[in-house]
Structures are given as structure tokens and as C-alpha cells.
């Protein structure tokens, strides 16, 4: 940033004395004569001052981008689709509550500074994701026109897997691409034998003929020194179908304050009679670490067609950096 350096000038006042006299008549034999005496001027001392100190160079500063938050979208999800720290965008989005977000409002993306090595290392690292499984999409229009479209990654490996992110492509009957999106699992960890679906939508109007298909675009071993997430067990007490949406009733443990544990996701993952997702949400909470039981939650989940018969509730712990 420049400095404005502001110099004063002081004005020195030079006084000086003008003797005026007024002489009385006096007697005719003696005239006296007035003069002026000069009072010697007062000296000029300079003031030093500092020498200014150069003007630094403007720098270029990053400059965020703004994502319009879509469907099922969180700060968690943004942050690991954009390659940052949940406390990176919430540093630079004071106003927003992470608890309740509204589709559609604005969310300001910082800029990831990233090194020439770095960059080299990520284009190696999405150019060959781990060798899991993906299922085809399958898609359902909604009745405002939007185009909710799910697919299922399997974990076929004897490592877990993270940082898994799916492209989801919307073509029309031309084959001409209509809208792109890339969109993370809805759990951070993928255990061998395992299955998580990725959730994509297509806001409105979509084409009436389309075609969806979906790419794995990044999955990534585990650090086992530093795996970031660990599985979480929660108490389900009883899950409520009723038709298209289920409601879940459940409890998250108490942690330890030592745990480090620094957030808890839910995920939940709603099937219909063929063993087909139909349905997911995700949640986040903070840790509980005082009270005699744990902290109970009860929450919905819908389906995008078919009649919910069963649920999955998953949970997994956020561990904190170091």
C-alpha cells in the first residue's frame, strides 16, 4: 500500500520592532533629534526532518471470484471443490452463516495462490485418479424444470480413498454440451467395499431430450500420517419412512475437548425397493464435549422419485490441522 507522506510547512513569522516616538515641544534652544534603533532580526533555523522513505512498488493483490451457491451445495463442498480451507472462504465471507445458506446467494471464492510445482503436481494428481467405480447417472426432472442427477462411486481397492470429485456433462439431443458441473462425494472418506453417491443439479430449463454423463475426476489415497477425516459411529434411535421422505431421528456421541475434532458431518442416504439412491443430505455440526448424553438430531430426507424404503446414516469426524 502507498503511503501519503504530508509535509507541513510552518511559517516563521519575522517580527520586527519599529520604535515610534512622540516627542513633547520643548524649549527653542534645544532640538532633539529622533532616531530609529534597528532590533537585530531573529535567526532562521531550519527544521529537520526525516528524509522520505521511498514509495513501496504497488503489488498486485488476488482478487476472489464469486460462485453462485447451487443446490445441495455447502461451504465444506465448495472448499474441497475449490481445493481450500472452509476457514479461507468463510474469512472472506464475515456475513454468512455456514448453517443457513440460501440457493442462489453469493459466495466470494479466494484465490489459491498456487506455486508452477504445485500446479504441475495437481494436473499429474487429476490426471490419474485412483481406480475406483462409478456408476451411471441416473436423473430426474423436477417439477420447476431442474434436473436432479445421482450416481454412485464404489471403492473396489484395498486403500481408502478422498478427495473424490465426479464431472457430471448435460448434452442436448444434438450432443451439444448445455451445462457442466463437478461436484464432490458427499463424504470425505471412501473405505474399501464401499459406496458413496455424488449429487449433481441442473437448474432450469434443461433440454426435454438430454443425455447426462458422469467422469471421475479426482480421487486420492489417503495419507495415513495425516488423513484429515476419520468415521464416525452414531446412535440411530429410528428412522420414519412415510413415502417420499424419511425422517431420522439420532444421536452424536459427546467428544473428548482433546479430540480434535473440529466438525461432525451426517450423511444420509435414502434407497428405494430396488436398493436405488433416490435421496441424500448431508449435514454439519460442532462438536458436543459436555453434557450427560450426546447431541440429538432429527432431520428429513426427500426423495427425487420413488418411495423411500430405507436409509443410511453415516457420520464422519473433521480432524483439525496438526
Known amino acids: 500500500m502507498m503511503k501519503l507522506l504530508?509535509?507541513?510547512?510552518i511559517p516563521v513569522l519575522l517580527l520586527s520592532a519599529c520604535s515610534i516616538f512622540s516627542g513633547e515641544q520643548?524649549?527653542?534652544?534645544s532640538l532633539l533629534t529622533p532616531y530609529v534603533t534597528q532590533t537585530p532580526a531573529e535567526e532562521i533555523v531550519p527544521t529537520e526532518?526525516?528524509?522520505?522513505?521511498?514509495t513501496p512498488e504497488p503489488t498486485l493483490t488476488s482478487t476472489?471470484?464469486?460462485?453462485?451457491?447451487?443446490?445441495?451445495?455447502?461451504?465444506?463442498s465448495l472448499a474441497l471443490t475449490y481445493g481450500l480451507e472452509v476457514n479461507e472462504i468463510l474469512a472472506i465471507n464475515p456475513e454468512i452463516t455456514p448453517n443457513a445458506l440460501s440457493v442462489g446467494i453469493e459466495i466470494l471464492i479466494p484465490y489459491s495462490n498456487t506455486t508452477a510445482e504445485d500446479a504441475k503436481e495437481n494436473v499429474s494428481v487429476i490426471s490419474a485418479p485412483l481406480a475406483l467405480a462409478l456408476s451411471q447417472p441416473d436423473c430426474t426432472q423436477t417439477a420447476e424444470g431442474g434436473l436432479w442427477c445421482?450416481?454412485?462411486?464404489s471403492n473396489p481397492l484395498a486403500q481408502s480413498a478422498t478427495g473424490i470429485t465426479v464431472t457430471f456433462t448435460l448434452k442436448d439431443?444434438?450432443?451439444e454440451t448445455v451445462s457442466e458441473q463437478t461436484v464432490p462425494s458427499l463424504l470425505n472418506l471412501l473405505a474399501p467395499n464401499e459406496s458413496l453417491p455424488v449429487a449433481a443439479y441442473f437448474t432450469p430449463e434443461t433440454p426435454s431430450d438430454y443425455s447426462v454423463s458422469a467422469v471421475l475426476k479426482t480421487a486420492l489415497p489417503?495419507?495415513?500420517?495425516?488423513?484429515g477425516y476419520a468415521p464416525l459411529e452414531i446412535k440411530v434411535n429410528s428412522i420414519d419412512t412415510a413415502g417420499q421422505s424419511a425422517h431420522v431421528s439420532a444421536v452424536i456421541p459427546l467428544?473428548?475437548?482433546d479430540s480434535g475434532i473440529s466438525n461432525i458431518w451426517v450423511a444420509l442416504i435414502a434407497y428405494d425397493e430396488g436398493g436405488q439412491v433416490v435421496g441424500v443430505r448431508r449435514l454439519e455440526f460442532t462438536p458436543v464435549t459436555e453434557g450427560e448424553e450426546g447431541q440429538a438430531i432429527k432431520v428429513y430426507v426427500y426423495s427425487n422419485g420413488h418411495d423411500i424404503q430405507q436409509v443410511d446414516v453415516r457420520a464422519e469426524a473433521i480432524l483439525s490441522e496438526g
Not at 489417503?222 to 488423513?227: F, G, H, N, S
Open 6 to 9: 504530508r509535509i507541513s510547512w
Open 26 to 29: 520643548a524649549a527653542p534652544q
Open 49 to 54: 526532518t526525516d528524509a522520505p522513505a521511498a
Open 64 to 76: 476472489p471470484f464469486v460462485h453462485v451457491l447451487g443446490s445441495d451445495e455447502t461451504i465444506s
Open 150 to 153: 445421482l450416481a454412485q462411486v
Open 173 to 175: 439431443d444434438a450432443g
Open 222 to 227: 489417503v495419507d495415513e500420517t495425516d488423513p
Open 255 to 257: 467428544q473428548a475437548a
